[in-house]
């Protein structure tokens, strides 16, 4: 049995259970990962590769709960060298900033690569023809390389759900090129912050020297063709809705109620939630508390900490010795400063159902998270999730990745011990109404990037860029035959994503290699006009392409236009000038708060990009630039490209654009190439005849279509070859004589 989509990840998304009597069950685990991917896997029919949670234990596949299960058998000897070991004792440590020193040995190198081949070769067998592979986390990291290699027909992601860290620690590796080899046999690699993105691809750059620009990596592979990798970051998120749901449940308020009343009700209930790891800040935490209670700041009557640590890699040396730290700083605090009915630190090592949480949640009026190093830590938005009542304060670790996000949290250094105690005073003190503002900000962030637009964003990026094969296909080859032949040619290209990579920041994009080379070809060409049709303003246009003088060009989707001659004049009125100044103030507010929003000028409008921000954050800023604006300047032209809503006081498209070029060069034939909705506008004003080209994947008017920027020169080159072979125009037999 094959599957469209497959899931690998250590563990699978069920526990083997075993009754006092005997019986053998599974029961679906608790997790964000498997909330993220349950429905999927099961509207796709899909399958999930990964260890039952048994060792030196074969299971043959089997359903559960309407998900295909596969499961990969590992030993105890494959769980000492490749999990506890190379996994958690020298790739967990190294990747979280060294916090405990990580240990290298080959033997667990060697069980690690082992463990990975027999996830991968399970994956491929599961995998159906063209299938979707999603490589879930670091335990397997050289699974896209091993399945690229097995099964180069896979569309491969790959999601690191923890840090990736710089280059000077990740250079410490003796394996580095190994892992980062296996990682780019992926086609998405997705990462929780845009630093660890570009941690990534800077360490490619320096151990590989391949070509990156923005979020694209170029990836040599056989016959000179470069793949081309994207990595990328989608910060992960929870079941906003389920958990704030939960909090709703009247048995679950009791619950909180009852909490503080068993806490001796204080004024001030701190709660932290962690797995018991060094990453975790525990210790940092315990002694800015303890410090607190000793100077006078707080009092043992007012204020509680609960502290929930549950167990976690018992049989690791690190974690044995932190446990011990941890509870002794625990009973320090406690002896020193606890009452007969008052309790410094409740302390818990051990983990609580779902329901539990919630109301630890609930009861908690502070949150604080003190993450030394954390991919995201979702312990914070549960907590914002479940505030329906718009209270409680978050304190929150500027380096955990969800403080990317959460802005409206008191953020903090847990280094700076000063630092943390004045937070925390802050948050006991903070008035009803700066919460209640904090916290319905930090509300809209978390509802906003659920967990299922995570999921969803990550396979349509992955979908997108993958699907369509490298290489030019043979339809297109054919039609190019046919196309250059004709008696006159006007090659009309877009220029980001097009010929250039899509990059974060548009100032540093530029053509792939091979373009300038195969357009000065064209252009040599006797009936052969090329022009470059793009969005960007032409001021912008001509520093980023530097294209030869005989290119036309036209920015701002025609509103500029450069030809044979000087480019001409807007003349925009007052009217037009002042509606630009409008639409600038707007559309700065709207951005303002969304990280990663940022607007570009054009000479009859501006453009707001989201492509750095969050799918939802992106889409919610969008949502309310129309409608602020719709509001003020009904009269707006507004087109949404890729990551870009453009808004403009002129009317024009690249359809214009593309007409005005037809018309000033005569041309008996168009052949245009286009990546983004805007380019529809070019493909729709094709006439019988032309030829559209749609560079990567999505729904397209244009008749073929390329993977990738790096198949376009190849496709002009053709071009320029089958012109040159081509009879010349006029020649009976021509398709301009038939």
Do not use: C
Not at 370 to 399: H, I, P, Q
Not at 566 to 576: A, I
């Amino acid at each position: 049995m094959t599957y469209a989509l497959v899931a690998v990840s250590n563990r699978l998304p069920v526990d083997f259970v075993v009754a006092e009597d005997g019986t053998e069950s599974w029961k679906t685990s608790p997790g964000g990962l498997v909330t993220a991917l349950e429905p999927l896997m099961r509207s796709s029919d899909g399958a999930w590769v990964g260890w039952p949670g048994v060792a030196d234990r074969e299971f043959a596949p089997f359903e559960n709960d309407g998900i295909n299960i596969v499961p990969v058998s590992l030993t105890d000897a494959d769980l000492e060298d490749y999990y506890e070991g190379f996994s958690n004792d020298t790739l967990w440590p190294l990747y979280h900033d060294v916090i405990s020193p990580p240990s290298f040995h080959r033997e667990w190198w060697e069980a690690y690569v082992r463990v990975n081949r027999r996830f991968a070769e399970a994956a491929a067998a599961a995998a159906a023809a063209g299938a979707t592979v999603w490589v879930h986390d670091y335990q397997l990291q050289l699974v896209p390389r091993m399945l690229r290699d097995m099964r180069p027909d896979l569309v491969i992601g790959f999601f690191n759900h923890i840090p990736f860290p710089p280059y000077g620690i990740y250079a410490q590796l003796p394996w580095r090129k190994q892992i980062l080899d296996g990682l780019l046999g992926a086609d998405l690699i997705g990462f929780q912050r845009l630093a660890d993105a570009g941690n990534f691809s800077r360490a490619v750059r320096r151990l590989f020297g391949y070509t990156t620009r923005g979020v694209a990596i170029d990836v040599p592979g056989a016959g000179g063709h470069h793949r081309r990798v994207i990595a990328k970051h989608f910060p992960i998120s929870i079941d906003a809705v389920a958990y704030a749901d939960f909090a709703k449940r009247p048995e679950i308020q009791a619950r909180a109620r009852r909490i503080r009343e068993d806490l001796g009700n204080p004024k001030t209930i701190i709660l932290g939630v962690d797995r018991l790891d060094y990453t975790k800040g525990i210790g940092h935490r315990l002694k800015a508390f303890g410090e607190l209670l000793e100077d006078g700041s707080i009092s043992v009557e007012d204020v509680t900490l609960v502290q929930v640590a549950s167990p976690s890699r018992e049989r690791v040396g690190a974690y044995m010795a932190l446990r011990d730290e941890i509870e002794l700083a625990v009973g320090r605090i406690n002896g020193d400063y606890s009452t007969i009915s008052h309790t410094a630190i409740s302390y818990h090592h051990h983990g609580y159902p779902r329901e539990e949480m919630v109301a630890l949640y609930l009861a908690a009026d502070v949150m604080l998270v003190t993450a030394l190093r954390d991919g995201m830590n979702l312990v914070a938005k549960e907590y914002v999730a479940v505030r329906d009542d718009k209270d409680g304060v978050l304190v929150l670790s500027e380096f955990a990745g969800a403080a990317d996000e959460l802005k409206q949290a008191v953020l903090i250094n847990p280094h700076d011990i000063d630092g943390m105690k004045a937070a925390i005073l802050r948050a006991i003190a903070m008035p009803r109404p700066e919460r209640q503002r904090r916290m319905r900000a930090l509300r809209r962030k978390v509802f906003d990037n659920d967990v299922a637009a995570w999921s969803s964003s990550f396979l349509r990026t992955l979908r997108e860029g993958a699907a369509v094969q490298p290489g030019v296909p043979d339809d297109l080859a054919h039609a190019l035959r046919d196309f250059s032949s004709a008696g006159s040619l006007l090659i009309a290209l877009d220029f980001d994503g097009t010929v250039a990579p899509i990059v974060d920041n548009p100032q540093d994009s530029r053509a792939v290699a091979g373009t300038r080379e195969a357009v000065e070809r064209l252009i040599g060409l006797d009936g052969v006009r090329v022009a470059l049709v793009s969005g960007r303003s032409l001021a912008s246009l001509r520093q980023v392409a530097e294209p030869q003088v005989e290119v036309l060009l036209t920015g701002s989707h025609g509103i500029e236009v450069q030809l044979d001659t000087p480019g001409e004049e807007l003349g925009l009125d007052q009217d037009e000038l002042d509606q630009l100044d409008t639409l600038a103030r707007v559309l700065e507010r709207v951005s303002a708060s969304v990280t990663g929003a940022w607007i570009e000028r054009k000479p009859a409008g501006l453009a707001l990009h989201t492509r750095k921000s969050t799918a939802q954050a992106g889409q919610a800023v969008q949502r309310d630039a129309r409608v602020q604006l719709g509001a003020v300047l009904p009269d707006l032209t507004v087109r949404e490209g890729k990551n870009v809503l453009e808004f403009s006081v002129r009317s024009s498209s690249k359809g214009d654009a593309l007409e005005r070029l037809r018309a000033y060069t005569g041309a008996d034939r168009v052949f245009y190439a286009g990546d983004d909705v805007t380019d529809e506008d070019a493909f729709t004003a094709l006439h019988p005849g032309d030829l559209g080209l749609k560079i990567g994947a999505g729904t397209s008017l244009a008749g073929y279509r390329v993977r990738g920027p790096e198949e376009v020169p190849i496709v002009l080159q053709l071009i320029a070859d089958l012109r040159e072979a081509a009879p010349a125009p006029g020649t009976p037999g021509t398709p301009s004589e038939r």
